[in-house]
């Protein structure tokens, strides 16, 4: 009897060690609908950072696995995405992408003690709310727009301009930041109007832009629906400079846009995949046949980041990871990475593109 309940601890003492061997983390984002592609970016991300964590021992010598909701960019399935990734046991989560997704998540994290780091929420509430345990490794709106809203008015102050937006978080949050530049300027829009997200034409909008006399259209909304405007556009043969966000940096535009794509502007974060510290990195991707193109490597920043401030703390606990974050600095990916009180980098360098032959390159 004696030998059987010895065999049983030494069983369940087993059972518990591989239990705590294992930390989870969870990813979050749409992964399917209209922004899958953006959703596969971030996931590809995180996926390669855990498994490269891993690979070097893991964090505090335990492995890292990786959970993966879809919150379909949608405020009401981020939030029960959040509540499942919470109930699994994750401690920390990447994401998630859009805004209107990551701002309701981010107080079910909040309540749960969970870190959040989004790679490609933009809209400046996400931080401004004042939750501790928020972070993201992209810059934001405010200096989005404002760096939009002074490209307007520098080289088309005197022609007509229009400003769209699909009325999203992210859409009318960016839309509304470059106008507040652009009207700063002494310049005031032609047109400033929402457009339905999701249609399948958008011949009418553009038709009334032409209508007008625009010169110029900016943007604020997500890569499908800026790709159709561009398409509505060049299929009416109206030659109007188009100008977006941070969205337009995956490859399905050009794939939807087509011709169409050529010469359209964008702003997003200097392209990490130029850094010399990512070149080992970059070519780990490149060998699976996948381009870490757009949100990939800020994807892979915040895994980083997460798995350096627990070894720096010596701890998983929320409280000394969440300090170590805002206190320390962090080699990755990306480049040098620290967070000022709010969770927002202090460094944010929003950079022109422009595609070009199917792929976006820095405007020289």
Request: contains cysteine; glycine residues 10%.
């Amino acid at each position: 009897m004696h030998r059987i309940i010895a065999i049983a601890i030494v069983v369940l003492a087993a059972m518990f060690s591989s239990a705590r061997a294992e930390v989870l983390i969870g990813v979050s984002s749409a992964m399917t609908g209209r922004l899958a592609w953006i959703g596969e970016q971030g996931q590809r991300g995180a996926e390669m950072a855990v498994a490269d964590v891993n690979a070097a021992g893991g964090v505090l010598g335990q492995k890292v696995r990786l959970i993966s909701v879809d919150d379909f960019c949608d405020p009401e399935q981020a939030v029960a995405a959040a509540q499942k990734l919470v109930a699994d046991g994750v401690v920390f989560v990447v994401g998630h992408y859009c805004s209107g997704a990551s701002i309701p998540a981010s107080k079910v994290y909040e309540e749960a003690g969970v870190v959040e780091i989004s790679p490609g929420s933009t809209n400046p509430q996400l931080t401004e709310l004042g939750r501790g345990n928020v972070f993201r490794t992209i810059g934001r709106d405010d200096a989005q727009g404002f760096i939009a809203g002074n490209y307007l008015a520098d080289r088309w102050g005197d022609k007509k301009i229009a400003i769209l937006h699909d009325n999203s978080t992210y859409g009318k949050g960016l839309a509304d930041e470059t106008r507040k530049q652009l009207n700063k300027r002494g310049v005031t829009e032609a047109v400033y109007d929402a457009y339905t997200p999701g249609m399948d034409d958008y011949s009418a909008e553009v038709a009334a832009l032409q209508t007008a006399g625009v010169s110029a259209l900016y943007v604020g909304g997500y890569h499908a629906d800026v790709a159709l405007i561009a398409r509505a556009a060049h299929d009416r043969g109206y030659t109007v400079q188009l100008i977006s966000g941070d969205a337009l940096a995956t490859e399905e535009f050009a794939l939807i846009a087509g011709s169409a794509a050529e010469g359209t502007l964008f702003t997003f974060p200097a392209d990490p995949r130029r850094n010399a510290g990512a070149a080992a990195i970059v070519e780990q991707f490149r060998a699976e046949n996948f381009e870490p193109a757009g949100y990939t490597l800020l994807s892979y920043c915040a895994v980083q980041v997460w798995a350096q401030a627990v070894a720096k703390a010596g701890s998983l606990a929320p409280k000394a990871v969440i300090a170590t974050l805002h206190e320390q600095q962090f080699d990755t990916v990306i480049g040098r990475v620290d967070f000022d009180d709010k969770g927002d980098l202090t460094r944010q360098s929003w950079v022109w593109y422009v595609w070009r032959g199917g792929e976006y390159v820095p405007v020289e």
